[in-house]
């Protein structure tokens, strides 16, 4: 193929490769423990989990502070048991956290390496398009110059 042809429509189309959903692949290869640590990422990592935190924490505080003696169960000021409970909820989420977050940060890094391989796709076809429109062009204006010349024969 010279350097002004235009590649065909069918090879464009043989070398087409088809578009990966990075999503879907990225989903099949994720574990079962994997996979949890992306729920509680998910989920942990939101407005709504906080306020059941925040609510949790002001009825246990104010149950152990204005409930009746007799039932309270971790009484002002020790609250040493919600010390406990809120330290093991740290410590069991935060590397749960941290293995979600590097799990979403490599599906986000074959997103942006799938959308890479589609701007180079859509480069070449768009490089072909232009070379087809050039080529056009030149055709264009040989017919141009013949009928020029054609009507300046007539003329004549």
């Known amino acids: 193929?010279?350097?002004?042809?235009?590649?065909?429509?069918?090879?464009?189309k043989k070398l087409r490769k088809a578009v990966r959903n990075v999503n879907t692949e990225h989903s099949k290869k994720l574990t079962g423990l994997e996979r949890l640590a992306m729920l509680v990422t998910e989920k942990i990592g939101t407005m709504g989990f906080f306020f059941v935190i925040l609510?949790?924490?002001?009825?246990?505080l104010t149950w152990n502070t204005l409930g009746p003696a007799p039932l309270r169960f971790d009484p002002f000021?020790?609250?040493?048991?919600?010390?406990?409970?809120s330290?093991?909820?740290?410590?069991?989420?935060?590397?749960?956290?941290?293995?979600g977050q590097n799990l979403q940060g490599r599906h986000s890094?074959?997103?942006?390496?799938?959308?890479?391989?589609?701007?180079?796709?859509?480069?070449?076809?768009?490089?072909?398009?232009?070379?087809?429109?050039?080529?056009?062009?030149?055709?264009?204006?040989?017919?141009?110059?013949?009928?020029k010349n054609k009507t300046k024969n007539r003329a004549k």
């Open 109 to 147: 890094e074959a997103r942006a390496e799938s959308d890479f391989e589609v701007n180079v796709k859509a480069e070449r076809e768009i490089e072909a398009i232009l070379q087809h429109l050039e080529n056009q062009n030149e055709l264009i204006l040989q017919v141009l110059d013949k009928l």
């Open 55 to 60: 609510a949790w924490t002001v009825l246990w």
């Open 77 to 85: 000021p020790a609250f040493v048991m919600w010390l406990f409970i």
């Open 1 to 12: 193929m010279s350097k002004h042809t235009p590649p065909s429509l069918e090879r464009l």
């Open 87 to 99: 330290n093991m909820i740290q410590i069991l989420l935060m590397p749960l956290i941290m293995i």
